[in-house]
C-alpha cells in the first residue's frame, strides 16, 4: 500500500479513494488522474493488501479491478460491512462470470475501455463530492 498523505480516519475533508488494481501502468494513470482532481489516493497490487489498507487507513471509496491476486468479493464485503459503509466502483475490462456476479454486489461499475472521465464523475458522484 502506498499513499500520498499519511492523515489518519476523520481529520480532513479530502476524501481517499482506494484503488486496487494489479495492472501498475493502470493504478499509476489513475493514481495521477484522481490526484489532479484533489483527491487522496492509496493503491493496493493485491486483494491482501487492499483489506490491510482498508482496515488501517481513512478511506472514503474503493476502485477495484475484478481480475485481481485473491478474491475480490472480500474487498467489496469488507467496505461494506461495519458503521460505515464504504462504497465501491468495480473497474474492469473483462465482461465475463465473476463481472456479472460483482457488479451488483458494488455501488457501481464502470468499464476499463470508458475513458477517464467516466470515472471520475462515478467516483463524484459516490463521494457526493460535486466534482463533475
Known amino acids: 500500500m502506498a499513499m500520498n498523505d499519511d492523515t489518519s480516519r476523520g481529520t480532513t475533508a479530502v476524501p481517499c479513494v482506494l484503488l486496487a488494481d494489479d495492472d501498475r501502468s493502470i493504478r499509476r494513470a489513475l493514481s ?14 493485491d486483494v491482501e493488501s ?6 488501517t487507513d481513512s478511506i472514503d471509496l474503493v476502485i477495484t479491478d ?7 468479493r472480500q474487498i467489496i464485503r ?4 461495519g458503521s460505515v459503509r464504504i462504497p465501491v466502483v468495480l473497474y474492469s475490462s473483462a465482461d465475463d462470470q465473476l463481472c456479472r456476479e ?10 476499463k475501455q470508458e475513458d477517464a472521465e467516466a470515472l ?3 467516483v463524484s458522484h459516490c463521494l457526493g463530492t460535486g466534482r463533475e
Open 120 to 122: 471520475l464523475r462515478v
Open 32 to 45: 495521477s488522474c484522481l490526484g489532479l482532481q484533489g483527491y487522496r489516493v492509496a493503491v493496493a497490487a
Open 102 to 111: 460483482l457488479a451488483p454486489l458494488a455501488d457501481a461499475f464502470v468499464r
Open 66 to 72: 475484478a481480475h485481481m491476486p485473491g478474491d475480490t
Open 50 to 55: 487492499a483489506l490491510g489498507t482498508l482496515q
Open 78 to 81: 469488507h467496505a461494506h460491512e
